[in-house]
């Protein structure tokens, strides 16, 4: 396969997963977060989604899970604000 064809096709990274883009201020606050927590941080993240979640705190949990979402797009896709919360 000719050189230009073979880089015509590898656009974008193999990892490149096209998911929905995490804001600028959430990847500031995730990787704050990551910092205090490191390696945990994505669950901490979960973690306090989910008592915000809990608490029927609607603008709280969405901070949380794009900031879990920002640390591990898998494990944020996981996490559903209960209907009760409010919509």
């Given amino acids: 396969m000719p050189r230009r ?8 990274p193999a990892n490149d997963n096209r ?28 973690q306090q989604a989910i008592t915000a979640a809990d608490a029927g705190d609607r603008q709280t949990f969405e ?3 794009e900031v ?13 604000m209960p209907a009760q919360a409010g919509g």
């Fill in 19 to 46: 998911g929905k883009q995490v804001s600028s201020p959430h990847l500031h606050a995730a990787l704050r977060h990551f910092a205090e927590h490191g390696l945990a941080a994505a669950d901490h993240a979960r």
């Fill in 5 to 12: 064809k073979a880089r015509a096709m590898h656009f974008r």
């Fill in 68 to 80: 879990c979402r920002a640390l591990d797009r898998r494990m944020a896709s996981r996490i559903d």
């Fill in 63 to 65: 901070w949380w899970l």
